[in-house]
């Protein structure tokens, strides 16, 4: 029985299913509609949801399916692609994060002075979803909180701070949750959206 992780279970890889996990028609079912929005048969992992019934992978990328996805772009064109690499960071991004960039094939980041605080620290990032609230992560050691898209929704984030937190393109900027939340932040504190 391979390792269930997350409630999710790896069942495709190396251009063939996983021997160790029974194939039933419902994973078979998911795995080619999986295909069916990637478009062609996968070069990379493709693991099963058990609860939700449905097959997800790294090649459901923003090009496969804007409605559901989670890479911009796939790796071998993560620097290169037009909409999303290097020239979207230095254009979107180098008026407020500097153009003083490192770049790999996996990451581009960029050096901001006001992160330094971070470095060599712990830190807990936490999600503002449902599992935030099953899980007991108050008692962690950590230094600083992370979060993102709509932590602010969390009381228990709120009760103890998020230090650094990005706001994804499904928070709406015009909510009166959000609005009144940046509201209550301290007046020198700087954001940028």
């Not at 992780?5 to 028609?25: A, G, L, P, T």
């Not at 989670?70 to 153009?99: A, E, P």
């Not at 979060?147 to 650094?164: H, I, P, Q």
Request: with cysteine; glycine share 4%; charged share 25%.
């Amino acid at each position: 029985m391979p390792k269930i992780w997350n409630d999710c279970v790896k069942v495709y890889e190396n251009d063939d299913f996983i021997d160790d996990y029974d194939i039933d028609r419902n994973i078979f079912t998911a795995w080619q509609r999986y295909v069916n929005v990637i478009r062609h048969e996968p070069a990379s992992s493709v693991w099963y949801d058990i609860k939700a019934k449905r097959c997800f992978g790294s090649e459901q990328d923003f090009y496969a399916n804007p409605n559901d996805f989670s890479f911009f772009s796939q790796k071998q064109d993560f620097t290169s692609n037009q909409h999303w690499g290097i020239d979207h960071v230095v254009r979107n991004f180098s008026n407020y994060l500097g153009s003083d960039m490192k770049i790999t094939d996996e990451y581009i980041l960029q050096t901001i002075n006001e992160f330094q605080k971070f470095k060599d620290k712990k830190i807990l990032i936490v999600g503002g979803g449902p599992t935030a609230k099953d899980v007991n992560w108050q008692d962690a050691e950590f230094d600083y909180i992370w979060s993102c898209t709509k932590f602010y929704l969390n009381e228990e984030l709120n009760n103890v701070g998020v230090d650094l937190a990005t706001i994804g393109g499904n928070v709406d900027l015009d909510n009166p949750e959000f609005n009144e939340f940046i509201d209550t932040l301290p007046s020198d504190l700087s954001l940028s959206f």
